[in-house]
Structure formats: C-alpha cells, structure tokens
C-alpha cells in the first residue's frame, strides 16, 4: 500500500529541538524525492524541505536554512526532518509527502501523510 506516516511532533520552547520521521511503505518511498511541508492555522500548506531519491541534493524554505535538515535512510524506507532552533512561527502541522521528481511544488507531491503536530512555544 501507498503509505507515509509521520511521528516526533510535540511541545518544545523556542531554541529547542525536535526531529520528525516520516516512515513509508517501499512502494511509495523508492525512486523518488520526499518533502516536508507545513500548514499553520489560517495559512496555506508550504513548502519546508525536499532530499532528492539518492540524498545528492536538498533544498529548503529560506524560513528555515540552517536550522532544518532532511535526511533519509533508503534501507528504513524513512526520511527524517531535524528542527534546531525552533521559533513560535514554526508551529504548525508538518506533513511528509512523496513526490517522483525533485521539486518544491506541492502539486507534484501526490502521496501524502496524516501529518504532526509542531507547537513551539515562546
């Protein structure tokens, strides 16, 4: 089955630390680029972080280089999102998605997790 589920969402301060999986079937993680994305209250769902299939090449929201970093372990079928330094503004539900090109658009993404929440406190 087509399937990616998120885990390591929660409560922290600002300045602390979180680190988000994303966990998927074979099917759905092999061959293709995984992204983050996020959608805080009221807003629109945007763009956080993509790590191409071979983890060649990342790319990231200006919002968060150099404190964000994705990563993903082909052999776990998982990518993960390392948060350092979290700011009020990075509250939001963050969702893992799939996508079979290397791309920050969310409409190339077309697999999709239940996403977790992020809630950082100042």
């Known amino acids: 089955q087509e399937q990616l589920v998120e885990s390591g969402g929660g409560l922290v301060q600002a300045g602390g630390s979180l680190r988000l999986s994303c966990e998927a079937s074979?099917?759905?993680?092999?061959?293709?680029?995984m992204g983050w994305f996020r959608q805080a209250p009221g807003k629109e769902r945007d763009f956080v972080a993509v790590v191409s299939w071979s983890g060649a090449y990342r790319d990231y929201a200006d919002s968060v280089k150099g404190r964000f970093t994705i990563s993903r372990d082909n052999a776990k079928n998982t990518v993960y999102l390392q948060m350092n330094n979290l700011k009020p503004g990075d509250t939001a539900v963050y969702y893992c998605?799939?996508?079979?090109?290397?791309?920050?658009?969310?409409?190339?993404?077309?697999?999709w997790g239940q996403g977790t929440q992020v809630t950082v406190s100042s």
């Open positions: 998605a799939k996508s079979l090109k290397y791309s920050r658009v969310l409409s190339d993404f077309a697999s």
């Open positions: 074979a099917s759905t993680f092999r061959g293709g680029a």
